[in-house]
């Protein structure tokens, strides 16, 4: 990592921050270049400039729709979309958009984030996604019976860059994620396949991957294999006797108590509300549970933009009250670790029938379960469907449909990117750079393909 994360904590020069939000971008972009040239620039400032004139492009590119556009674009997703519906959804902070030139530009996603926030819509979906995962209540209900549950998967991911950004003679550094031993992951029961040229990381890193760099002559993909377990244990934290429910997790250090920037920092907002939450309970474990339930309830489900065009990830949840999964579960390390409960990252993807998606929750530490986890944002989506059960079920529990790939936010490949990262908090997409630049997310592909989901 060529910049040190506590240098994003500076604020922009207000020129800066005046024309980036007015939409300027080609004047941001030559104030940026002024400062970076002059003498009274000091390192951490010109660290803090190099990081915002690296993602700007990604931000342009992340906006497409002006607001015709963007009607068009929500009315072939959901039935019968009115102007009038997008004010109001404007309103309610629902709808992400930028101005460029002082034009409103929406972002890409807003029309499944919309679906997402109004779920009474869902039957207004035009275009809904076939069902390829394994109904969470029935799980719930089988592991309640069984006190644990485990499942086998097996995986193919082809990462292939796209043939519009493809530079034939280019060397190209990968790195794809893979399963990490992990709670609910034992480390035995984890097989990588992968090419002869390819470096897997080491089982103890924090967020695992298989790398390749190969000189491409033609575009072709890079593929990697695994198979891995998923054990999960249920657990009643407010009911059962006092028991190490994983007790082959490391005990906590002291990292799990402390802040990480930019993202995981104890602002005096934070501080406030996490004390505000908290009341008159000392109790670690009631302590996390009032965290997971403000979070569950003031905090909807959105799609976010690009996380590394987020400044504060804890703060904008707390803020703006929405995120997605990783937002929601860094709001929750950071209030758990400002009360004193130690807590930590755990993320990679969500395993269907046949394909994969993108997951990140946490996990919390008290003296009589040991570690559990916490999935804000399947306990919130349970709550404003109705269902107390699930809800309840995602403080201290998961499902095994789930591989970890990450185990800690915001930390460095093995071996590092030499550029930027994409997403510098963890991976789930895969990266790639060749030997001038780090590339963006819309100039490459991973597709997963589940060939085993066996229960156990």
């Known amino acids: 990592m060529f910049y040190h994360p506590e240098n994003l904590l500076i604020p922009l020069p207000e020129d800066i921050l005046r024309a980036k939000n007015a939409g300027e971008f080609d004047l ?142 280019e060397t190209y550094t990968v790195h794809i994620p893979v399963p990490a031993p992990s709670a609910q992951q034992a480390a035995e029961d984890i097989v990588i396949s992968a090419d002869a040229d390819a470096y897997i990381s080491l089982a103890g890193a924090y967020q695992r991957t298989v790398c390749y760099r190969r000189t491409l002559s033609e575009n072709a993909p890079f ?79 959105s799609f976010m933009r690009t996380y590394s065009l987020i400044e504060n990830h804890a703060q904008y949840a707390a803020v703006n009250f929405k995120g997605d999964c990783g937002i929601q579960a860094v709001l929750f390390i950071t209030l758990c670790r400002i009360l004193g409960i130690p807590a930590r990252w755990q993320s990679g993807l969500t395993v269907g029938y ?21 999935d804000p944002s399947f306990g919130g989506g349970a709550k404003r469907n109705g269902s107390e059960e699930r809800w309840n079920y995602y403080f201290s529990n998961l499902d095994p449909f789930r591989m970890v790939a990450n185990r800690a936010y915001y930390k460095d490949f093995d071996p590092p990117k030499r550029f930027l990262r994409y997403d510098p908090t963890d991976n789930q997409n895969g990266e790639v750079e060749t030997g001038t630049h780090g590339l963006d997310s819309l100039e490459y592909d991973k597709t997963d393909t589940v060939t085993e989901f066996t229960k156990l």
């Not at 719930?140 to 990462?159: C, D, H, L, M, P």
């Not at 046949?354 to 916490?374: I, P, Q, R």
Request: a neutral charge.
């Open 28 to 169: 941001c972009l030559r104030l940026i270049e002024r400062k970076l040239a002059s003498p009274r620039t000091n390192p951490m400032l010109k660290a803090r400039l190099e990081y915002e004139k690296q993602t700007l492009p990604r931000l342009i590119k992340r906006y497409p729709y002006d607001r015709k556009a963007a009607l068009e674009v929500a009315k072939k997703r959901i039935s019968g979309f009115t102007e009038a519906e997008l004010d109001e959804a404007e309103l309610e902070g629902q709808v992400d958009y930028i101005f460029v030139r002082g034009e409103k530009r929406y972002v890409s996603h807003f029309a499944g984030s919309l679906l997402k926030f109004y779920p009474e819509w869902k039957d207004r979906e035009l275009v809904p996604s076939g069902k390829d995962s394994p109904d969470l209540d029935e799980f719930i209900a089988e592991i309640k019976q069984n006190g644990e549950a485990g499942y086998r998967f097996s995986v193919t991911s082809s990462f292939k860059v796209e043939d519009d950004a493809f530079e034939k003679g």
């Open 223 to 301: 593929d990697v294999r695994f198979s891995y377990t998923s054990r999960l244990k249920y657990v009643r934290p407010f009911e059962d006797a006092p028991r190490i429910v994983y007790p082959l997790v490391p005990a906590p250090v002291p990292e799990d108590l402390e802040q990480q920037y930019p993202h995981i920092v104890f602002t005096p907002y934070l501080t406030n509300l996490a004390k505000m939450i908290a009341g008159d309970e000392t109790r670690p474990l009631y302590l996390a549970r009032r965290v997971y339930d403000y979070i569950t309830t003031f905090v909807r489900y």
């Open 354 to 374: 046949k394909t994969t998606g993108n997951h990140d929750w946490a996990m919390f530490y008290t003296d009589e379960f040991g570690w559990l986890f916490a």
